[in-house]
């Protein structure tokens, strides 16, 4: 029992360590960082263009559906390739298992197609 967790001490030291160094470092900044705020350095940046109005305004909800359809097929393709690298040992099983996935994929996506979700003209 103490030699299998003698195998975990170099783990447990590197973790130590490197919270120590990010404790210190975020410590180490705070105290010897300048402390001058000013307006403008509280001011809120983005990509250099002045900030105009409330960064809390609504905006349309398509650009949420298209993050998480590119979210969708981006885990589609992850699940892929591992399939694709093991077809030969899945056999004929792992082919009905890969095509069943794509499948539900492709009818959630002809769903969204037909409710609309896609149309950007409003």
Known sequence: MASALAQYLPIGLMFIVALGFVVTTMIGTHLLGPKRKTKQKLDSFECGIESKGNARLPFNIKYFLVAILFVLFDVEVIFMYPWAVNFKELG???????????????????????????????
């Open 92 to 122: 004929m099983a792992g082919f009905i298992e890969m095509i069943l996935f794509i499948g539900f994929l492709l009818i959630g996506f002809f769903y969204l197609l037909k409710k609309g979700a896609l149309k950007w003209e409003e």
